[in-house]
């Protein structure tokens, strides 16, 4: 089960870069259901998701480079490319996501959770912006089919 917040970004935390970050890189099998094939650093996975915002279920699994590539070129929608900071924030732990062009200068933090109540007791820190954790066109599978919502940017 994958319990999750995410926000808007609007500023950038001090000293960014002496926090761990990697490279992403991801697309869309099917989003119904939803299919993800991700390269993270030299680790190719496979993740599958079921329907949810907030709550809901993930299962994945490891796949060869082989693989990626053949589903990839399968792949709908477009390719997202991101950079992905891994924040401390007290027991959590922030997923500060930069995305490349064309989804650039789109940023967002995602926190997960180990349940529902922890997520709803979270206070997010005074970097966090809007929260868009409900709305469906912040989803990485909807940004891949859609591009940046037209609310993006609108506070």
Not at 6 to 27: G, W
Not at 33 to 57: D, M, N, Q, V
Not at 81 to 87: A, D, G, N, S, W
Request: glycine share 6%; hydrophobic share 40%; with cysteine.
């Amino acid at each position: 089960m994958e319990i999750e917040r995410k926000f808007l970004v609007s500023r950038l935390p001090d000293a960014l870069e002496q926090y761990p970050h990697e490279r992403m890189e991801q697309a869309y099998v099917s989003v119904d259901p939803l299919i993800r094939i991700r390269r993270a650093g030299e680790r190719y996975i496979l993740t599958c998701k079921g329907r949810g915002l907030l709550s809901r279920e993930e299962f994945e699994t490891d796949m060869t480079p082989e693989a990626y590539g053949r589903l990839l070129a399968k792949a709908d929608g477009l390719r997202i490319v991101k950079e992905r900071y891994r924040i401390p924030l007290g027991a959590y732990t922030a997923e500060l996501d930069i995305f490349a062009p064309p989804l650039a200068p789109l940023v967002f933090a995602e926190v997960e959770f180990p349940t529902e109540d922890a997520a709803q007791a979270f206070a997010p820190p005074d970097w966090f912006g809007r929260e868009v954790t409900y709305d469906p066109a912040y989803t990485n599978a909807a940004l891949s089919r859609d591009g940046a919502p037209d609310s993006f940017g609108k506070e």
